[in-house]
């Protein structure tokens, strides 16, 4: 061998011999190849170790393209006709008999002699391995949409039971999960309520007292309550529990209802708030979240000219209000900002044609976690004569011109009024769009330019920027 170490020396010109160098040679891979000048295979040598030789069988005396596949005979016939000293590649053999499997080959021509030798690696059981890592990952993909799946499961059946639920750690006594229904019930929001001490929601128990009675509970085969006070609430309540085990830990799947007497009183006071409803002199409406009447008692029925509620329930409250969406998407934006919102004037349209003023009360409430807004709807003609002094309380210049009643004729006093009162009516307007002065100049039934002069007027546009 030369002093160049990617050199090979030439082949021994006795047989024996050079069986013997390429015996050596196969030994330090799984497929050896000695390809002719002519590009025919003159030895196959298959390591015995690598289970190819039923695979090689006939390769001798075979065209050297015949043995690849067709994208990996382009790609060493290539490095054949261009490239030199020792040339690693990765090529797929395939033949007539349907087989087909890789090899990583270390290509190099012999020196003198014009033969290639070829010395490969069998790559199958990398590739098995790389298709055992492909099918692991669908595996885990697929055990990943059954979790989700089942965790969608839970979570409905959780907030569609109408009882509300706990489920608790027998072990450290904290809150592991819990419905809306349950979190209404303590009287504080499902997050804050989570990986909470369940003994601290309810009054005078110890956390291991607690879970220790309910433990004792859970075990019993009869149905046993364990009668409680919320903290938050007051109400009293009452609490059966169940034992399982997940996740190598004992949790409690407790189911709480009010107690006899809590159910007593919510009767009462649920028959005494139907009574309200239909019995009323003031409109009662309930809108969902997108202004849309789900429930109106007779009163608003009344005050619409509407004949029964089916033509009432499921109209957008838009159709019965003057300023029709301009009305409605104030009410409704001040209301889920804020909660409520009190003395909105406005007037209802009425199924003849007609208008009625009227003064709007709205609470923003939730059903079952969903929002829900309630109005109460008033004829403003008598609260027109109890709103004003209420008013002038609050306003220096309404007291000015009230204290001159009697001192100066009613011409004056309406002359002193006038600016006063249209520099509310602007504020007002400016207060429930959120200073916004294009609703507000539509709720006053002016032009944009009108209002920008008048705001200008009464040295309130700084603030209305602000």
């Known amino acids: 061998m030369t002093d160049d170490a990617h050199v090979l020396p030439d082949l021994p010109s006795d047989p024996a011999a050079r069986r013997l160098v390429l015996d050596l040679v196969a030994a330090a891979s799984d497929l050896t190849l000695v390809v002719g000048p002519d590009g025919i295979v003159e030895t196959v040598l298959a390591n015995p170790q690598s289970g190819l030789a039923a695979h090689v069988g006939g390769w001798e005396g075979q065209p050297i393209e015949s043995l690849f596949a067709a994208e990996s005979w382009a790609k060493l016939s290539q490095r054949l006709a261009t490239a030199s000293g020792i040339q690693t590649l990765e090529l797929n053999h395939a033949g ?93 929001p499902r997050n804050d309520l989570l990986n909470a001490a369940i003994a601290q929601e309810f009054d005078g128990r110890r956390r291991g007292e607690l879970l220790e009675t309910l433990s004792k509970y859970a075990s019993n085969d009869t149905a046993s309550f364990l009668d409680l006070n919320v903290r938050r609430t007051g109400q009293r309540v009452k609490i059966n529990a169940k034992m399982f085990r997940a996740s190598r830990d004992r ?128 004829d403003s003609v008598v609260a027109d004569s109890i709103v004003w002094p209420s008013a002038a309380a609050d306003n220096e210049g309404l007291r000015n011109v009230m204290r001159l009643v009697g001192y100066s004729t009613l011409k004056d006093i309406v002359a002193e009024t006038t600016e006063i009162i249209e520099k509310m009516c602007i ?40």
């Open 427 to 466: 504020e007002a307007a400016l207060e429930m769009s959120g200073n916004n002065r294009a609703a507000a100049a539509e709720l006053l039934s002016l032009s944009r330019q009108s209002l920008y002069v008048k705001l200008r007027k009464f040295g309130i546009l700084n603030k209305a920027t602000e």
């Open 96 to 188: 007539p008999a349907e087989y087909e499997f890789p090899v990583r080959y270390a290509i190099r021509k012999w020196e003198g002699s014009g033969r290639v030798l070829l010395m490969g690696r069998d790559l199958r059981p990398l590739a098995e391995v790389q298709q055992q890592l492909v099918l692991a990952h669908r595996a885990i993909g697929r055990d990943h949409e059954a979790q989700r799946e089942l965790e969608t499961r839970y979570r409905v059946l959780m907030e569609e039971n109408s009882f509300p639920l706990l489920i608790v750690s027998a072990t450290t006594g904290r809150i592991v999960d819990l419905n809306s229904s349950a979190a209404r019930l303590l009287g504080a």
């Open 251 to 378: 949790l409690l799947l407790c189911r709480i209802s009010l107690s006899e007497s809590a159910q007593t009183q919510q009767s009462d006071r649920s028959a005494m708030l139907d009574s309200l409803f239909e019995k009323g002199i003031d409109g009662i409406v309930f809108l969902d979240g997108n202004g849309v009447i789900k429930a109106a008692n007779e009163a608003f029925l009344n005050l619409t000219d509407s004949h029964s509620q089916s033509v009432v329930i499921d109209r957008s409250f838009s159709d019965f209000l003057s300023r029709g969406a301009v009305d409605l998407k104030v009410l409704m934006d001040n209301v889920k900002r804020v909660g409520h919102l009190r003395h909105y004037r406005t007037r209802l349209n009425t199924d003849y044609m007609g208008e009625v003023s009227v003064e709007l009360s709205a609470t923003l409430v939730l059903d079952r976690g969903k929002p829900l807004v309630a109005i109460i709807v008033r």
